[in-house]
T-cell receptor, first 115, second 114 residues
Framework: AQSVTQLGSHVSVSEGALVLLRCNYS??????LFWYVQYPNQGLQLLLK??????LVKGINGFEAEFKKSETSFHLTKPSAHMSDAAEYFC?????????????FGTGTRLTVIP | DAGVTQSPTHLIKTRGQQVTLRCSPK?????VSWYQQALGQGPQFIFQ???????QRGNFPDRFSGHQFPNYSSELNVNALLLGDSALYLC?????????????FGDGTRLSIL
């Protein structure tokens, strides 16, 4: 079964600084990987997805992630943090190898942006 | 274009009661999945409905049941509520149920058990 691990439950960055949120996956086959963002008292919003093809994936709000098979990583980055980026971020992968799109979520990383 | 809508927004129940949560998928979507998100944790998969049948189920007891209607909307029912059932319940819909199709989430129903 696939799983993802998010390193760092809390990350703080200054406004304008680089954002780096870490996610590692475990699987023996090329995965489908997703990043979601959750703002307070809201549901999850899809930031970006990796299916196949280009390993650098661009998402909404200036975020991007790079699929690195050699490192089994799918880290989320943004060159310059904005106050509005403060939220909880979840990395996710398909739950198993059945081909269904139900997801296993990481434990989440809470991003704080310091003015 | 309406996204995934869930009702009610908040709900308070007592132990032993039963609850029904409702979800309307995004326009054009035919597959609905339900997740439970406990405070401070990531969402956990409960089950998925497609063509009015439960297609996949996570590690949840059979107190958790569901239904999908011909218009693709769905209900989540929980019987004999326990304190541990307090959580945010999220509904997600997708264009189909294949693993490369992203799921789109509603804002959830926050269930509190007293």
């Amino acid at each position: 079964a696939q799983s993802v691990t998010q390193l760092g439950s809390h990350v703080s960055v200054s406004e304008g600084a680089l954002v780096l949120l870490r996610c590692n996956y475990s699987s023996s086959v090329p995965p489908y990987l997703f990043w979601y963002v959750q703002y307070p008292n809201q549901g999850l919003q899809l930031l970006l997805k990796y299916t196949t093809g280009a390993t650098l994936v661009k998402g909404i709000n200036g975020f991007e992630a790079e699929f690195k098979k050699s490192e089994t990583s799918f880290h989320l980055t943004k060159p310059s943090a904005h106050m509005s980026d403060a939220a909880e971020y979840f990395c996710a992968a398909p739950l198993d190898q059945t081909g269904a799109n139900n997801l296993f979520f990481g434990t989440g990383t809470r991003l704080t942006v310091i003015p | 274009d309406a996204g995934v809508t869930q009702s009610p927004t908040h709900l308070i129940k007592t132990r032993g009661q039963q609850v029904t949560l409702r979800c309307s998928p995004k326009s054009g979507h035919d597959t609905v999945s339900w997740y439970q998100q406990a405070l401070g944790q990531g969402p956990q998969f409960i089950f998925q409905y497609y063509e009015e049948e439960e297609r996949q189920r996570g590690n949840f007891p059979d107190r958790f049941s569901g239904h999908q209607f011909p218009n693709y909307s769905s209900e989540l029912n929980v019987n004999a509520l326990l304190l541990g059932d307090s959580a945010l319940y999220l509904c997600a819909s997708s264009f189909n149920r294949f693993s490369n199709q992203p799921q789109h989430f509603g804002d959830g129903t926050r269930l509190s058990i007293l």
